[in-house]
């Protein structure tokens, strides 16, 4: 076949193509919906103020976790082994609640950006928030298990009390990432 006609060719196909998504056969039909759009305007606005509120109920939560484990941070003198395991197992738990409070925030902005509401920010938010939570519970993790030891001396539980105020420094820039994200999404 010659140049020209494998043109044609190309130039038929997506013709079809467009067609085809046109009268809705890959999903492009432009029929009208089947709801008014009072309703769907209704859906959205209660789907956001359901988000909105169990986002808040999640955030109070995790806020009331993060003052725990600030508190139980404030050590005078040695932290004993107990008292390390035990702030490592709330950091696990807080970071439980992240997640949760994470995949909620994420969702919201999906919907908003499908609204029409500009979102811009949330994703780097999102990733920053991702790697402060990988952050705090591997410093969390790797005290917990060098306390654990059967063999840790002083000099490593008191290294296993620094790596969980890393943790907390991590915890503390990750809760700064979902405000940034909670007020872009303008949730008050």
Known sequence: MSKKTWVWVVVVIIIILLGLWYFGVFGGSTAAPTQSAAVNMAATTSTTAAQNSAIKTDLAA??????????SMAISGTPTKAQISAIAASFKAEATS???VSTELRSAATNAQTSGASVAGI????????GQLSNM?????????NVMATSSTATTIAASFKQLQAAQSYATAARADLQSIVQTLGIK
């Open 137 to 145: 519970t591997s410093q969390a993790g790797t005290a917990s298990k």
């Open 123 to 130: 994703a780097a938010a999102l990733s920053d928030l991702n």
């Open 98 to 100: 992240f997640a949760k």
């Open 62 to 71: 995790l806020d009331a976790q993060i003052g725990a484990v600030n508190s």
